[in-house]
């Protein structure tokens, strides 16, 4: 069988024109050239401005745009309202709990040592045995400096002034001990080198111990003043970012009914609700703060300084009344003239009737100032004492002058006792005073910094609900 031959294959099917042929004479055109790649990725910062350019042309856009402003102005205003605030209340916290007390504390120190001071020469004074209640005095008073010294050096919290003085009592305090001691051993023998140790003791204490604890007073009473400043100052960046946020939720609002006539956005209104809790409540908070503090410096803390300054006053004053007896005039002011020990008596004298004229205007109820105006009964009957004391130790009757001045009744002594026991009262009252208004000042703030974090984000989830509810209406 035979088979037709094939037949030639088809020329394939070209898919484009033959290219006409080109005019003798035409120069051949180049290839065109191809588009240029597009640039490379653009950085975040410029897509995300491209977007937000792209975002303001269109109503949603501005809205989203609005939305996420007003949240993060009622979330940063809340979250630094809570900041601000937990500072102040700290810092109030510390002037109640910290500062004062170690003030206090400095101001105890020192009236321990200078109290010790006076009763080692009322010892003295009382002959080679000395009483029993004159050393429980002397020890009593030295056991509550030592133990407020481990006390203040445990808080300085790295103070270096602080610190410095601390080590040098801590140092200087059983150099004193030791030379009243030697005092008494030699008085106890009879022999006149107690008064030379107990002049030498006098001096360690009011040339190194009493200037160390006073400077240590004024370091703790410095601090104390700093935290009180801290307390009350106002929160300035708080009460700013209220005010941009309720005026930027108020701005909205009138925006939502300019172009939409509603009166409410229920989102908006509880944005602008909790925003104005927060910021009345800082107001009223740091207001009732403030006037705390300030009734706390004015009738506990100005008046407990002053009171200070009175105990110590007397103190000295009893010191120095004492060793014008142990001295007997060996000891003169520095032209030579007069007998060193009376005259500061009479310097101290004089700086505690100023102090309790001060303490009794600073003092603002009955309970204040009956125990300032007793002082000072008691101190116009201690000055007369001491006159008559003077009379007779000038006119060569040391027995009768001693006994004026150490007697039981009718003595200085005993009118120093009165003295020291009102001034006691007194400071208790004021202490009180003190620690009462400092505390409404701190209760004050309580509640404040969880409170201005909460409503922040309520305010925020309002804010963003309320234009969340005008974005529905496009789609």
Not at 132 to 137: D, L, Q, W
Not at 425 to 441: C, K, N, P, V, Y
């Amino acid at each position: 069988m035979t088979h037709p031959p094939n037949a030639p294959a088809a020329p394939a099917a070209r898919s484009t024109a033959a290219a006409p042929a080109r005019p003798a004479g035409v120069p051949a055109q180049p290839s065109p050239v191809p588009p240029a790649a597009p640039p490379a990725g653009r950085g975040a910062w410029a897509v995300g401005r491209e977007r937000l350019r792209t975002a303001t042309t269109t109503e949603p856009g501005r809205l989203q745009i609005l939305g996420a402003v007003l949240a993060l102005l009622v979330v940063a205003f809340g979250a630094v309202t809570a900041l601000e605030v937990t500072g102040r209340a700290s810092a109030a916290d510390d002037v109640v709990g910290r500062s004062q007390p170690l003030s206090a504390d400095a101001a105890a120190l020192y009236r321990s040592l200078a109290d010790a001071d006076t009763t080692a020469a009322s010892g003295f004074l009382a002959g080679t045995l000395e009483p029993a209640g004159s050393r429980e005095r002397y020890a009593k008073d030295i056991t509550t400096a030592s133990r407020l010294l481990v006390k203040a050096a445990a808080h300085t919290d790295g103070s270096p002034e602080s610190a410095r003085e601390i080590t040098t009592l801590g140092e200087q305090l059983p150099r004193y001990t030791g030379l009243v001691e030697r005092a008494r051993a030699a008085n106890r023998q009879g022999l006149p080198l107690g008064g030379a140790y107990l002049r030498y003791a006098n001096q360690q204490m009011t040339g190194v111990l009493l200037p160390a604890a006073e400077r240590l007073y004024a370091a703790e009473t410095e601090r104390l003043h700093r935290d009180d400043d801290a307390a009350r100052t106002w929160p300035h960046v708080s009460l700013a970012l209220g005010l941009v946020a309720l005026g930027a939720l108020g701005w909205a609002q009138r925006r939502t009914y300019a172009r939409t006539h509603r009166v409410f956005n229920h989102g908006l209104l509880a944005a602008t609700a909790a925003t104005g809790v927060v910021l009345l409540w800082l107001v009223a908070a740091h207001t009732v703060a403030r006037a705390g503090l300030d009734d706390a410096r004015a009738h506990g803390q100005e008046s407990l300084q002053v009171l200070n300054t009175a105990r110590i006053s007397s103190l000295t004053a009893r010191a120095n009344e004492n060793l014008t007896l142990v001295a007997r005039g060996a000891v003169l002011t520095e032209d030579g003239r007069n007998d060193k020990y009376e005259a500061d008596y009479t310097a101290g004298m004089g700086a505690l009737t100023k102090a309790l004229a001060s303490a009794r205007e600073l003092a603002d109820d009955d309970a204040g100032r009956g125990p300032v105006d007793e002082s000072a009964a008691r101190t116009g009957e201690w000055r007369q004492r001491h006159k008559e004391a003077r009379a007779k130790d000038d006119a060569g009757d040391y027995e009768g002058a001693l006994g004026r001045i150490v007697g039981a009744k009718g003595s200085t002594g005993e009118s120093f006792d009165q003295v020291d026991a009102a001034l006691e009262r007194a400071l208790a009252h004021e202490q009180a005073e003190f620690t009462r208004s400092a505390g409404d000042a701190r209760g004050a703030l309580t509640g404040l910094p969880a409170g201005a974090a909460a409503l922040g984000i309520l305010g925020a989830a309002g804010a963003v609900l309320g234009i969340n509810r005008r974005l529905s209406e496009y789609r």
